[in-house]
């Protein structure tokens, strides 16, 4: 055999340990605690905890054994520190008493003063929940004595700030010195447009088949991180007229407020400010045969809560 065949067949030889030495002696630790264990290279930098074990096993079998049993990586524990995995599966209860307030009158009439409410919640998990709304007022501006609305809807998510509700609604007030109720089918979409406006758009057809829309935007602008000051537009429409409920047909009224709400907590802020309402058209007409006012701009003070 020739010198250099010999020497090829030497160097072949040396490539070969230096390659294979290090796999040969590669080794795989699991560590091993009372809650599980993870595996990690045999060369890791740090110090292990005088509580935790290691256990040397060949490569390609990394296992621990945890109370005399063999268990694999996919049936690990999480460790201490690991936080729990998250439930959305799991139901809560949220109310927001959005408007809580006395409005002191600036006009003449009998009464000097009124109140109004605006509250709405939900039970329910991320995709499906329950919603109850209720809204009224004593004295309104528009109508008679008062008025008072209670809606009862299925909230189903549909896609990123957005929730789709449908249900009844329930509306009663005085007129002409009686009590009068009706009721209606609810459907709408309630959720968080651009600009962080907060939306809620409603179709409502009640049980004649008249057919009317409500849609109210709220935002909210941060003066300090305690002050802040709240827009509000609320608009009513009617396709058919209902004279017993004050109601023409076109647009019914425009509202727009601002209220300045210090929060005390979080949960619990005292406010001020003023609201403007104005109705127009037919309802405007109706309004003044019942003896209303169309128009009337109102201070008002009140709690806004959540809870």
Not at 34 to 61: D, E, F, Y
Not at 94 to 121: A, H, K, M, N, Q
Request: one cysteine or more.
């Amino acid at each position: 055999m020739s010198f250099h065949a010999l020497h090829s067949i030497a160097l072949a030889c040396a490539l070969s340990v230096n390659i294979c030495a290090p796999v040969a002696s590669a080794e795989t630790f699991v560590i091993v605690s009372n809650k599980g264990s993870v595996p990690g290279p045999s060369n890791s930098a740090g110090q292990l905890s005088p509580s935790v074990k290691t256990v040397r096993t060949p490569l390609g079998g990394v296992s621990a054994i945890l109370g005399g049993s063999v268990r694999t990586l996919p049936n690990l524990s999480p460790q201490q520190d690991w936080a729990p995995p998250v439930n959305d599966q799991e139901n809560h209860l949220f109310t927001l008493i959005d408007v809580l307030e006395y409005r002191p009158r600036t006009s003449g009439g009998e009464r000097t003063s009124d109140y109004r409410w605006d509250i709405e919640g939900w039970y329910g998990g991320d995709y499906n929940r329950l919603w109850f709304k209720s809204e009224g007022q004593q004295d309104t501006a528009f109508k008679a004595d008062y008025d008072v609305d209670f809606q009862l809807l299925y909230g189903r998510f549909i896609r990123k700030y957005y929730d789709f509700q449908i249900g009844p609604r329930f509306e009663t007030q005085t007129f002409r010195g009686r009590n009068v109720t009706r009721g209606f089918a609810a459907i709408g979409i309630e959720g968080i447009v651009p600009y962080d406006y907060t939306m809620e758009a409603t179709l409502f057809i009640d049980q004649n088949g008249a057919v009317s829309g409500r849609l109210t935007l709220t935002k909210d602008l941060l003066l300090t991180q305690r002050l802040i000051l709240q827009g509000r537009f609320e608009t009513n429409i009617a396709v058919q007229r209902v004279e017993e409920f004050t109601t023409g047909s076109g647009l019914n009224n425009l509202e727009f407020g601002m209220r300045l709400r210090y929060e005390i907590r979080r949960e619990f802020a005292p406010y001020v400010g003023f609201s403007l309402d104005r109705s127009f058209g037919e309802t405007a007409t109706l309004v003044r045969q019942e003896g209303g006012n169309p128009s009337q701009i109102r201070f008002v003070a009140g709690l806004r809560m959540w809870f």
